[in-house]
């Protein structure tokens, strides 16, 4: 009689425990970083160690599984490391493209140069030259506004990957302060499953951030590698790495540093960093061109100048001021008569000088330079959207998967809580059905 109450006991404790589990479940069923729990009940094993047929001797808990599975936590990782590299790149793309358009460049140098059409037909007229230092400024204007875009852009984007850094170093911390926990919890506990959705949840934000390569030890604690299984490694289980970021350029340079001091060069090839280490160096690859279209463009803007003679019939002077950097782009001259239309020796009425200047525009052709660099900008950017769009699916389609395996059914659950239910009222009714018997025992005379 002793073993019916310890069988009544023992499935009462087993099923509460079943019970409390799949509680847990349906309290969570709406937190996406939640994995499913599972109390595995088997049959108490005899003094003899297991039996292939029932024993009769209670039953019991052995652990608490969750349903992690890490082929798809691998897939949701991969996915979403390569979807953030291209959103960010997008981004930066779109940022450039912005500069570029906003500033209304190619068509400021088409005013520019059909007002030297202008002045070419009445190089007298003061209205067609005073015209045509107008049209000169705004392209000035043009070039510095394009420029400080640019620059605002990268200023930005240098901002934003030292913020990243800090969010994975921040990262890196949290993820080792779980596998010091995890080498402390027992394993098979409810404790034990919570940590390991911590650490899943940390590594996939991590993803987001860079492309990483995860080993697990027999604890479940995660050794992170940055940009595949051959990179520098982020965490482990005695060190978290601090993750910086500098630019020279377009050249940006992630590394990671260990506590002893040691830095180690970090490439990513997925997450938000690397689509930033490609906006870098989209931005400065635009900045190095408007730059060379720029001086070009005053270079020989200025040379046809000096060549010619003014309205006074003066020695042309630089219609722009020469500077390396087109943010300070500017005009020199302040009156349309300075403007060399003519050729030393050709008179007021002459206009050859004006007509060198179209024959430069046509063979040098700065707008269809700066219509190049838009359109190149451009062509990346719908191909990058694109991807973004098939990547999205794909990601969609990981967590999707993911969730099938891993995420709660309330339906499976209710049909699990009223077998428990049922399970823990049944070994109530043992352990009544054996203090009766031992009541009706004592009670014999």
Known sequence: ?????????????????????????????????????NANIREIATSTGYSSTLNGMGAMVDGI???????????????GADLSKTTASTVWLERVESALSGGNLANQMTAFFASGTALQAEPTSTALRAG?????????????????????????????????????????????????GLVKTTPGTSA??????????????????????????????????????????????????????QRTGGNVALTTRSEDGTLKVMTPDGGALSGMTEGAQRIAAARAELNDIAGDFTTAVNDLQRSGQDLN????????????????????????????????????????????????????????????????????????????DAQTAI????????????????????????????AYQAASRVIQVARDTFQSILEIR
């Open 132 to 180: 045509m230092l107008s049209a000169a400024s705004s392209t000035a204007d043009s070039f510095g506004m394009t420029a400080r875009a640019l620059d605002a852009a990268m200023t930005e984007l240098d901002s934003r990957a030292v913020a990243a850094t800090s969010d994975l170093s921040r990262l890196n911390q949290a993820l080792l302060k779980v596998n010091q």
């Open 313 to 388: 019939l003066a020695t042309g002077t630089n219609m722009f001021a020469t500077t390396a950097d087109p943010s300070n782009f500017s005009v020199r001259l302040t009156d349309g008569k300075q403007i060399a239309a003519a050729k030393p020796g050709g008179g007021q009425r002459d206009s050859s000088n004006l007509a060198a200047l179209a024959t430069l525009r046509q063979g040098d052709g700065y707008e269809g330079r700066i219509q190049g660099l838009v359109t190149d900008n451009a062509a990346t950017l719908k191909q990058r959207r694109l991807v973004g």
């Open 395 to 422: 990601r969609d389609g990981a967590v999707t998967a993911r969730s099938e395996m891993t995420g709660v059914n309330l339906d499976s659950e209710a049909i699990d809580l009223v077998r428990f239910q049922q």
């Open 192 to 245: 034990a499953a919570g940590l390991a959705d911590q650490r899943d949840t940390l590594l996939q934000q991590m993803s987001e951030l860079t492309d990483v390569a995860v080993t697990m030890d027999q604890f479940g604690r995660a050794t992170v590698r940055a940009g595949g299984s051959n990179g520098p490694v982020l965490v482990d289980t005695r060190e978290a790495m601090q993750v910086g970021y």
């Open 65 to 79: 599984g969750r349903a992690g599975n890490p082929y798809t936590e691998t897939a949701v990782r991969n996915a």
């Open 1 to 37: 009689m002793s073993d019916l109450l310890t069988i009544g006991v023992s499935g009462a404790r087993a099923y509460q425990t079943a019970l409390t589990t799949v509680s847990e479940n349906i309290a969570n069923s709406g937190n996406a970083s939640y994995v499913k729990r």
